[in-house]
């Protein structure tokens, strides 16, 4: 039986969480209070409209509970509002704020920062290939 830090899942999981430790220390060491996952929500808020807190769980990889929490705290921040649905007033539609799109603005610098940090010594075509082979992996495994 191979060792765990021979097992190509363990060092996928490794380097995601090392990243995420890393870019949210990157996030708190400039100033700004909001977390990856909630930097996630706004970012995916940005680009799709009128989402559901569902659509928003499906989208960023969260459990209910977790999206639910991480939009309260956004709620709060004055970083997204809650509408309610048209269709289903029993639901809400979770739209991003002008400061939601501000703070989204202000850390997109330092992300950008994290990702090159995180992708030094490899080049373009090490890049594409490598996601090449995660998209695989994502297939091999939807249902």
Do not use: H
Not at 28 to 53: A, F, H, M, P, R
Not at 136 to 142: G, S
């Amino acid at each position: 039986m191979e060792k765990i830090d021979e097992i190509i899942f363990y060092t996928l999981e490794k380097s995601i969480k090392v990243y995420r430790k890393y870019a949210q220390n990157q996030i708190l060491k400039n100033g700004y209070d909001i977390t990856i996952d909630q930097w996630l929500v706004l970012k995916t808020l940005q680009e799709n409209k009128n989402l559901s807190q569902n659509q928003i769980a499906e989208l960023v990889f969260k459990d209910f509970a977790s999206i639910t929490r991480i939009i309260e705290l956004l709620s709060q921040k004055k970083y997204i509002q809650r509408t309610i649905n048209n269709n289903d007033r029993r639901k809400f539609v979770l739209d991003i704020t002008e400061e939601g799109n501000k703070i989204i603005e202000k850390i997109y610098p330092i992300v950008i920062e994290n990702r090159a940090k995180a992708l030094t010594d490899f080049n373009l075509e090490e890049i594409n290939n490598l996601k090449t082979q995660l998209d695989k992996i994502i297939n091999n495994c939807k249902n």
